[in-house]
């Protein structure tokens, strides 16, 4: 299995542009995860999906992001209009369990997003 | 809902000592706690974990234990390589959340 797949590995834009960061997660998983990292606020979770549907987005910084997931094996993080407090590595994880899923979380190789 | 609490958030050891992460949580419902390495650059990947039902597992140099009347949770390395050196980070799953809750993370240096 090649793993959760984020695309674009590096992403540099000036403020005020849209940004859409894109994972593909592993085959057969039904949760999927998008994490944000910095090193003032460490790991955080914004939004997690199962079977597509959002579940939890409580920690969605503003309304400036939004994500999707329209099928199974895709999802994006948008970020409209960006800022340069934006700039963090954004992780896409994945994982596969029950009602409560108490298995493993793999992640991508993530975003490092810079907002100019 | 869950927090989970990491100490220490930095540590320095020599070759070949052993090295001792703890987490504690605040939700006794918890039952599922992994551990996280990060290298510099990389993504967090998974290195053990540990279920509520089980209060100790072993994988070689690393070993995790389990208090749940306590609520902590420690990741032991024995025999520690330079290669060890990363950014370590526990986990907490359960409860009332339905996502697993990350501690700040312990950044471990491994002096050869």
């Known amino acids: 299995d090649a793993g959760v797949i984020q695309s674009p590995r590096h992403e540099v834009t000036e403020m005020g542009q849209e940004v859409t960061l894109r994972c593909k997660p592993i085959?057969?998983?039904?949760?999927l995860f998008w994490y944000r990292q910095t090193m003032m606020r460490g790991l955080e979770l914004l939004i997690y999906?199962?079977?597509?549907?959002?579940?939890?987005d409580s920690g969605m910084p503003e309304d400036r992001f939004s994500a999707k997931m329209p099928n199974a094996s895709f999802s994006t993080l948008k970020i409209q209009p960006s800022e340069p407090r934006d700039s963090a590595v954004y992780f896409c994880a994945s994982s596969f369990g029950t009602a409560y899923s108490n298995q493993p979380q793999h992640f991508g190789d993530g975003t490092r997003l810079s907002i100019l | 809902g869950e927090n989970v609490e990491q100490h220490p958030s930095t540590l320095s050891v020599q070759e070949g000592d052993s090295a001792v992460i703890k987490c504690t949580y605040s939700d006794s419902a918890s039952n599922y706690f992994p551990w996280y390495k990060q290298e510099l650059g990389k993504r967090p990947q998974l290195i053990i974990d540990i279920r509520s039902n089980v209060g100790e597992k072993k994988d070689q140099r690393i070993a995790v234990t389990l208090n749940k009347t306590a609520k902590h949770f420690s990741l032991h390395i024995t025999e520690t390589q330079p290669e060890d050196s990363a950014v370590y980070f526990c986990a907490a799953f359960g409860g009332s959340q339905g996502n697993l809750i990350f501690g700040k993370g312990t950044k471990l240096s491994v002096k050869p």
């Open positions: 999906f199962n079977n597509n549907v959002p579940i939890d």
């Open positions: 085959s057969g998983h039904d949760y």
